[in-house]
């Protein structure tokens, strides 16, 4: 484990807001129980000078990524959102004869595999996971390539040029797509000199991550774990693709995952459109470049954490039987902080194979397949992955259960 001493973008010193105390890795699921689970801390600071938010320590990727039991693809949400992504790509950019691709942190390949339904077919993937990318270069679709490995200046460089895979790859990229990894790199400048290499010179990269200002203004802090290195708001990441000559052209503001950025950059290809000034003007306009408005939400965190408990005990006191629906890493961090565990949740349905039959970390609560609603009838169902609100609730209405709600603030219906 790493301790940062200064900002990870401008080099600057930082101030803490936020301790959530010592927790495990929350994707780390639980095979076969022994005691001792290794815990790290989640301490949140403050960069008062490029308002980067960043957690103080880096657990070792290896750690995190080699084995990842989360898979994009079992969202039929997020698969319609790349699907989206594919289309809007190929109608404002169509500049490209043989459009190719690059996605980087590629999972299980729901981006790869919905811009392939859309027609591009020249798709590279990367993701240092073996379980989702078994080979160097294989997938469970062949006509798409993975390099199994992070994605870094290095890497780019020995792959562009150097055609992995049946088919090949070789040349620049059209596009390259980091969706909700950003967050997870800690040497954010060796990543963009990677993309920088990769990128064709009339080339788009297109990044997607939770937005910070959605993360205080909706309470999300069980969307804070180790995993996610940084909080961005628009200012930090102006500066950093700057730095990267990869100058930020267009953004947008996209209801995914509790509300997050889209960002477009390129080598200067594009001009800057209205949306980039107008967001940071939001963000300035609306305290978060201010050091005391994270303090206050630091303190809201306690009540969603004392509600959601007393709910739970409170209704396992009046004998109603609450199960969880998505293990979700936030939904595990949630846990967590709310030092919530069996009986008060009997088991967590998530319809993810790779991670039925585990537990979760540090509140040791079985995770299973879809037929346990069926089976053990649940009176409320704990929506741990909130964000898919509205798919998880389409998925069970027929159970009759009442729903939990827990962020931003704790809700019954
Ligand atoms: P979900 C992930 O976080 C991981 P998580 C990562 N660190 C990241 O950055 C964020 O996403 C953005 C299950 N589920 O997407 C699947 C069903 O079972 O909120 C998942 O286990 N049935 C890369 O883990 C979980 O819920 C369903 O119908 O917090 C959702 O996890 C649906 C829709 C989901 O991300």
Same mark, same amino acid.
């Given at each position: 484990m790493k301790r940062l001493i200064?900002?990870?973008?401008?080099k600057s010193s930082l101030r803490k807001y936020l301790d959530l105390g010592s927790v495990p890795l929350c994707?780390?699921?639980? @095979?076969n129980y022994s005691p001792g689970t290794e815990r790290y801390p989640i301490e949140v600071l403050f960069c008062d000078e490029c308002y980067l938010s960043q957690l103080s320590v880096v657990v070792d990727p290896k750690i995190l990524?080699?084995?990842?039991?989360?898979?994009?693809? @079992?969202?039929t949400t997020f698969q319609k959102h790349c699907f989206d992504l594919a289309l809007k790509l190929k109608k404002e950019f169509?500049?490209?004869?043989?459009p190719s691709v690059v996605d980087i942190?590629?999972? !299980?390949g729901c981006l790869l595999k919905e811009f392939k339904a859309a027609g591009f077919e020249r798709l590279l993937g990367f993701d240092p996971a073996k379980n989702l990318?078994?080979?160097?270069?294989?997938?469970?679709? !062949?006509s798409i390539c993975v390099v199994n490995n992070f994605f870094s200046e290095d890497i780019a460089k020995s792959v562009k040029g150097d055609p992995p895979g049946k088919d090949g790859y070789g040349g620049s990229a059209s596009f390259i797509i980091a969706q909700n990894v950003l967050a997870h790199v800690d040497d954010l400048n060796d990543f963009l000199k990677g993309v920088n290499w990769f990128l064709d010179d009339k080339g788009v990269f297109i990044v997607e991550v939770p937005y910070l200002a959605n993360l205080i203004k909706g309470n999300?802090? !069980?969307?804070?774990?180790?995993?996610?290195?940084s909080y961005f708001l628009l200012a930090p990441l102006v500066q950093l693709f700057h730095n990267n000559k990869l100058p930020i052209f267009r953004v947008e503001h996209l209801p995914i995952h509790g509300g997050s950025i889209r960002i477009y950059a390129s080598k200067n290809a594009y001009d800057e459109e209205s949306s980039v000034e107008a967001t940071l003007e939001y963000e300035y306009n609306n305290g978060f470049y201010e050091f005391s408005n994270y303090l206050s939400f630091a303190k809201k965190v306690d009540t969603v954490r004392d509600n959601l408990k007393n709910e739970l005990v409170k209704l396992y006191d009046s004998q109603k039987k609450v199960m969880g629906y998505g293990a979700s890493a936030k939904g595990i961090s949630l846990l967590n902080y709310c030092g919530i565990k069996t009986p008060y949740i009997s088991s967590i349905v998530d319809d993810t194979p790779d991670k039925q039959g585990k537990m979760t970390p540090g509140s040791h609560i079985d995770i299973v397949d879809f037929s346990h609603f069926e089976k053990e009838e649940p009176d409320y169902i704990l929506l741990l992955a909130w964000n898919f609100k509205d798919e998880l609730m389409a998925k069970t209405q027929h159970l009759g259960a009442n729903y939990i709600i827990p962020i931003p603030t704790v809700s019954i219906i």
């Open positions: 200064e900002c990870r973008i401008c994707n780390n699921l639980i @095979v990524y080699s084995e990842y039991p989360y898979h994009s693809s @079992v969202s169509n500049q490209f004869k043989y942190a590629s999972n !299980d990318a078994s080979s160097p270069y294989g997938f469970p679709d !062949d999300q802090f !069980d969307t804070i774990y180790h995993e996610h290195l």
